[in-house]
């Protein structure tokens, strides 16, 4: 089996955890280079124990390293988009997190190198690979519930994120809906053509004030005629609740929470079961190590990965007309975006 | 307990529900009078098997007979508005099925006769009975899962109508949903403000060509804030897809289809469940005999039915505005449809 | 479709519930006669509300009335066997309720007369009649979890009943587990060869005061090699669980509890469902008119009605086995008991 | 955090799993050497690949280094014994894979060299620490349900091992039934008092050519009055079925199979799920870690870890006790065992 070196930029929480599943997850594959722009002891220290082998600031130690022929982006959001290219302007492939970027046009100059170049990007939208989306995926794809109708995606955050990162986080329908509009996109098997979104400030009149609602619904509509459906929150005091439907013309498919015990509990009063797991941390952790499985696997393959660059695009332009569509409370095609 | 005598009119399929519930189920009740317009053998057969004791096609029978003090009607559509004015002139109190009419001047006529006279009104939205729907309404009532912030309900039919029937139904959001805006409005506790309704023929292009569409997805506004989403299609091959969710500040509360079984049968190949109810008659037959004892129960105590006339009103603007918003492609507020 | 006429003797709890069938839920049968031998004003106007035309105290006017071709045994369980034999002499048809008797030689003597005359038996093992039980046995009896290995039954009261029942009551192995008996040999398509009983005082030491036991376990050996498992016990505080499982060589079928509704609450502590329904009425209701229509079905055909004369004899030897096998601590043949 | 300098004996398959885990799950532990009496290439490819810093044919290497203060012992069970007494002799604790041994003087006798030397033992019954089964323990141990009175544990693998396996395994209750004995001791809260078990041979006659069952029912007495029940075979096709039951004064707890995923897919014939797990491999794989960080943290917090080498002395007494009664077909005590 072919053997990969591999640099990974940001040792963020992101980064940590993709860190790990390349050290003890990931067959045949060497970390060698390690960049962090704001190294600390506390990193020093969580780096060694964790067996990094190169810890750094410079990105050049991984881009100028001619043994390095793939690159893990896990920094900030806004530096994204120039590594991706760095990196493809070196001809090193590229497993970037989620988005590329929250600008289009600086999205599509990306996108223009990385075909130029001719490498591969794969986008890092975990959720495709959690078991239970990737299972009902499957029942779709191979015709079982016949030609998808209606997609049902429901996604709540356990706690609202501090009002700081809202303020910054671009909106709802950008930092935390991405994976929806993804997720939606993946099991429809088709493109969005237009979308009406809503919402409210229910959850936390902070939100509303930094100009951010906590509550949102979409409903999507696809080229191959299917309507998705999306449900957010930033708060379900019950836990992180996940689940997605397709509803098809020959049955209907839906993954549901997982369970954190199949312990039920029968009393005088009622039956009890235990809270669904609480955050992505508990719920999606396998994911990431599939994820990456899959990002090596295609490169061993030398096929496309995905979710890849267009995916990116995609889910962004997505977003953006949901943020249009809730502004001016009218549904919005997504070629009234694209065109930017 | 005090007896009350009853008339029905109309003895259809729905009506010879309600007649054997009445002689079977409902305890000191006694139907003394039924009516329907076109008796034939079958229905005189069927009636007298079952214990009718008065079959007539003169509805004076009823209206004019001072013993009757309630009246059931369960005659075609168009004639509701008219024998519940009729009723309430001769202060009978009556049970009527739904809707009340389509056209909102004449159910307003009509709600205004009933107040004048003060008969009690309640109208057949029977899913409020649904013993899980209902456990689900006692939930959020009770204040179990906070202020409700999103509702969403699941309905589907295992299979469409005859398209002569949809030819003459008034669309599918005044046919079918109007079952699930009525449900929207129980759980939500609240009055909707604004709807967003789409759609499209997925299922079969005859039910487009009676200018009906077969797949609906609708997002309500509430008035509290909540917001509401639905989806209908009129054919799910698995059966009679029935279902509600209400999200709260304080919890969610689900009420999943009925099984029709409790068995599972593990295998080499899979694990099986059998398919769920197939239609109405085997999920709702309960709900029908737990409506109507609401209903005496209400006259007996002297307090107003629910769901009652200002409910089947409220349902129709609703179904109306969610017509008008598919036709223009936006959201309509109900406040557009109230003024006619 | 032919009609039935038909007598019933014994309006207890379980007569009126067989009364009411009789009277609504199953066609083609004219209940004539109701005999109780102890007729009070109370039972007297329940008669009369529920429709029941005549009722006496004298047996005679069922087995002298030679319109009546059906009689319905549910008075008390020591008159069972005087009743059935008194109808097959005069050459009707016989529901009995469970048990025959608890005497084996005085079973085989009825027993003996039924098959003499000629007349239809059957007994009221009801559960049999479970939708989810006959489910759980449909799959079995189709082959399609291979051959029977292994059947557990779990099968627990909510509360004990008085001591004073107790006491009359035969012992928990004649009383309460003979319907796992017959469950047993239902799902396992096979009569017991071997049979271990053990059980303890542990909900009521007044229920050992009485001669009794209130938890109780039994190990099966079929005569097809299948091993059964029963465990019993007198109050399961959570209610009326009622659970069988088939586990065969292709495969496993488990018949779980019904619910009371599908509702399930996620809240910030937990996950709540409601109780499961509390005892045989919430739960066997319904199985009481499917047997009811199965015999009126058998009678029709003319056909062996299951579970037939040897099903209650059989039962009744299984639990005089365990009782002696918990009583000797010892494992015991039915043969040992058989020859009585 | 303190941190412990390891060695481990024998790198089969379940010490193969060990050996990930400390390498990559258990925080602060070291594994310094990793003795092996058969390596042979493969195992040093592996070892190489893992990251093991030191593999050798030769004990001493762990026994005489004073740096190593606990060792791992997961060699044949014939060596078990020999291993921990050594390790004791050198004042090293032991973690030591089921079961000791299965001669009860040789267990007494070791057990009384670990009690005089004064080192930790704990034994290798994983299942404790599955996540469902300890969430069972926990709401038994916190009173929830009350005082246990019937435990009941399925226990079924998904096809047999190999004849010549089957041979050498001292029969199906001390090679497969050992882990229940373990499990109904742990849930039990008590020590078994007295036990009948039987069983048959229905999977593979060649199982029964090689002297032992493939279908076996045991039922428990314990000296708290609880009664146990356990049923296993050596072939569930659908998958290795694994659950827990206590049944108490004040409820009931229930452990289910784990889910391969959370999917359903709803068709036109039926309902399907995913087959549940296919073996230990998948459905305990967690518990292993679960184990041996529990093991390190009662080492941490110098207090007695459990499952120890009164555990292990007492599940092999319920086996020996068990085989006893199967082929003498009454009920055993334990104390006719013990006393050998």
Same mark, same amino acid.
């Given at each position: 089996?072919?053997?990969?070196?591999?640099? +990974?930029?940001?040792?963020?929480?992101?980064?940590?955890?993709?860190?790990?599943?390349?050290?003890?997850?990931?067959?045949?594959?060497?970390?060698?280079?390690?960049?962090?722009?704001?190294?600390?002891?506390? +990193?020093?220290?969580?780096?060694?124990?964790?067996?990094?082998?190169?810890?750094?600031?410079?990105?050049?130690?991984?881009?100028?390293?001619?043994?390095?022929?793939?690159? +893990?982006?896990?920094?900030?959001? #806004?530096?994204?988009?120039?590594?991706?290219?760095?990196?493809?302007?070196?001809?090193?492939?590229?497993?970037?997190?989620?988005?590329?970027?929250?600008?289009?046009?600086?999205?599509?100059?990306?996108?223009?190198?990385?075909?130029?170049?001719?490498?591969?990007?794969?986008?890092?939208?975990?959720?495709?690979?959690?078991?239970?989306?990737?299972?009902?995926?499957?029942?779709?794809?191979?015709?079982?519930?016949?030609?998808?109708?209606?997609?049902?995606?429901?996604?709540?955050?356990?706690?609202?994120?501090?009002?700081?990162?809202?303020?910054?986080?671009?909106?709802?329908?950008?930092?935390?809906?991405?994976?929806?509009?993804?997720?939606?996109?993946?099991?429809?098997?088709?493109?969005?053509?237009?979308?009406?979104?809503?919402?409210?400030?229910?959850? #936390?009149?902070?939100?509303?004030?930094?100009?951010?609602?906590?509550?949102?619904?979409?409903?999507?509509?696809?080229?191959?005629?299917?309507?998705?459906?999306? #449900?957010?929150?930033?708060?379900?005091?019950?836990?992180?609740?996940?689940?997605?439907?397709?509803?098809?013309?020959?049955?209907?498919?839906?993954?549901?929470?997982?369970?954190?015990?199949?312990?039920?509990?029968?009393?005088?009063?009622?039956?009890?079961?235990?809270?669904?797991?609480?955050?992505?941390?508990?719920?999606?952790?396998?994911?990431?190590?599939?994820?990456?499985?899959?990002?090596?696997?295609?490169?061993?393959?030398?096929?496309?990965?995905?979710?890849?660059?267009?995916?990116?695009?995609?889910?962004?332009?997505?977003?953006?007309?949901?943020?249009?569509?809730?502004?001016?409370?009218?549904?919005?095609?997504?070629?009234?975006?694209?065109?930017?």
């Amino acid at each position: 089996m072919k053997s990969f070196s591999v640099g +990974l930029i940001g040792a963020g929480r992101i980064g940590k955890i993709h860190i790990e599943n390349l050290l003890h997850k990931i067959p045949n594959v060497k970390l060698k280079s390690v960049v962090d722009l704001e190294i600390n002891d506390n +990193l020093r220290t969580w780096a060694t124990d964790m067996g990094v082998s190169k810890l750094t600031n410079d990105p050049n130690e991984i881009f100028k390293d001619p043994e390095i022929e793939t690159v +893990l982006i896990c920094s900030p959001t #806004d530096t994204h988009a120039k590594f991706i290219q760095e990196a493809a302007k070196v001809n090193k492939n590229v497993f970037c997190e989620k988005p590329i970027d929250t600008d289009i046009k600086r999205i599509k100059e990306t996108l223009s190198i990385v075909k130029e170049t001719g490498i591969k990007l794969m986008v890092g939208f975990n959720r495709r690979f959690d078991r239970n989306f990737l299972r009902c995926y499957e029942s779709v794809a191979s015709g079982q519930i016949g030609e998808p109708q209606i997609i049902k995606i429901t996604s709540r955050d356990p706690a609202p994120p501090p009002i700081d990162y809202i303020k910054v986080s671009g909106g709802i329908f950008l930092d935390m809906t991405i994976h929806d509009w993804d997720m939606a996109r993946f099991q429809a098997g088709s493109e969005v053509e237009e979308i009406y979104a809503t919402g409210s400030v229910l959850i #936390d009149p902070e939100i509303g004030k930094a100009g951010d609602i906590d509550t949102a619904v979409a409903v999507l509509k696809f080229k191959n005629g299917a309507i998705g459906i999306i #449900d957010n929150t930033r708060q379900a005091v019950y836990g992180y609740d996940q689940r997605v439907e397709v509803f098809g013309s020959k049955g209907c498919v839906i993954a549901d929470n997982e369970a954190t015990n199949t312990v039920r509990i029968y009393t005088a009063e009622c039956t009890n079961i235990d809270k669904i797991p609480y955050f992505f941390m508990e719920r999606y952790m396998e994911s990431y190590s599939t994820e990456l499985k899959s990002f090596f696997e295609c490169l061993r393959k030398n096929i496309e990965p995905k979710p890849n660059g267009e995916d990116g695009l995609q889910n962004v332009l997505v977003a953006l007309a949901a943020q249009k569509s809730y502004e001016e409370n009218r549904p919005v095609k997504i070629s009234e975006i694209e065109k930017y």
